[in-house]
């Protein structure tokens, strides 16, 4: 029973089934995936924002699109309906009964877009079996399809509930903080994700800072390190700034009184980064992932690096050198010099 969730997950799909799953393909274009973008906001350290990012995300989204949802998916730990200040009658776990539906679980807020809560005190929903999470990401499915934004709140670090998530999307929103360690996690999600494919868009949001050039700098490192250890023959990992949120007192204020931020406090600096963040990410495009593509990537990272089709990914990740980089080597990387001091602008 010690044996990973993921690794568990290969044990029960059909081997025929399971043969097609291992053969990675790229998702189609943008048209023949009708249905929302997915955009998961993440971290590989607790508490650098996520639920901050996602909350106000929301509210920043919906103001430009009409069907706008966020997911929290920090399951049995989720706290998003406490930030809106909303009370959820249902939340995922619910979703695993046959006659309930996604719709029905829906908690609208007062900020034009719907919250789809993770439960809290619910121990039930952090023990999920596979099969159970599969028919949660089934069941999600609907609630892409009927939806032109969805945001997904995930729990930090690279736990196998939160890879499934991840994995079974393809825009990644990491939130880093310019703390050492929030950084080097931040590099172990990058690492995960990119080792599994490099199909996924990922941009760096660096929270609580005191400017520009200390996010800038954050970045920097954090790119700096990637394209050191990460870089496959002839081609550097692509990870992109998405922007930054100072620090910012008024955060906590907004929060006791069960109110976003971005609603409150529209002219907070805090609240004009997350519009600037907002914009970018509407301004771009990504094709999200076709469920059948998000299962066969979920299934393929139950399978040993060695298969044949991961073998013949123009894509795969490998490592300059023989040997993986010691995360020693990887920590000197991140320390050397500060990135809390204001001075020398590095971008
Ligand atoms: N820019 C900021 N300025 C001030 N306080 C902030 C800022 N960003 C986050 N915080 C505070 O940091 C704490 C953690 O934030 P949040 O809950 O959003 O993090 P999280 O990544 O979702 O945490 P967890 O990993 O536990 O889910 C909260 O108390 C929040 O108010
Ligand atoms: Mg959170």
Not at 52 to 73: G, H, M, P
Not at 267 to 281: F, H, K, N, Q, T
Request: proline share 6%.
């Amino acid at each position: 029973m010690n044996e990973p969730i993921l690794q568990r997950m290969r044990s029960w799909w059909p081997a025929r089934r399971r043969a097609r799953s291992e053969r990675i393909e790229r998702p189609r274009p943008a048209a023949a995936t009708p249905g929302a973008r997915v955009v998961c906001v993440t971290s590989g350290k607790g508490g650098t924002g996520k639920s901050l990012v996602s909350t106000n995300l929301a509210i920043a989204v919906a103001r430009r699109l009409e069907r706008v949802a966020l997911v929290d998916a920090d399951l049995g730990l989720a706290n998003d309906h406490l930030l809106l200040g909303v009370h959820p009658e249902g939340h995922l776990l619910h979703l695993l009964e046959a006659d309930r539906d996604v719709a029905d679980l829906l908690t609208p807020t007062p900020y034009g877009f719907r919250l789809l809560s993770g439960g809290s005190g619910v121990h039930e929903l952090a023990a999920l079996a596979p099969r159970e999470l599969f028919r949660l990401i089934r069941k999600l499915e609907r609630l892409r399809k009927a939806s032109d934004f969805v945001i997904v709140d995930t729990s930090a670090g690279i736990g196998p509930q939160t890879l499934l998530f991840l994995y079974a999307s393809r825009e990644i929103v990491l939130v880093v903080t310019p703390d050492l360690s929030s950084m080097t996690d931040g590099y172990a999600i990058i690492k995960t994700l990119l080792h599994r494919s490099t199909d996924f868009r990922i941009r760096v949001l660096v929270n609580r800072v005191r400017s520009h050039d200390q996010a800038r700098r954050v970045f920097d490192k954090i790119r700096h390190v990637c394209d050191r250890f990460l870089a496959t023959e002839g081609a550097a990992p692509s990870i992109e700034w998405i922007g930054f949120l100072r620090e910012d007192a008024l955060v906590s204020s907004a929060a006791m009184l069960r109110r976003p931020v971005f609603d409150v406090h529209p002219d907070a600096p805090v609240s004009r980064g997350m519009a600037v963040i907002a914009e970018r990410l509407l301004d771009s495009d990504t094709p999200s992932l076709e469920l059948p593509f998000a299962i066969r990537r979920v299934l393929a990272d139950a399978t040993p690096d060695t298969s044949p089709s991961e073998r013949r990914r123009p894509g795969r990740q490998r490592h300059r050198g023989s040997q993986a980089p010691r995360s020693s080597a990887i920590e000197r990387n991140f320390d050397r010099g500060s990135c809390t001091t204001t001075s020398s602008p590095s971008a």
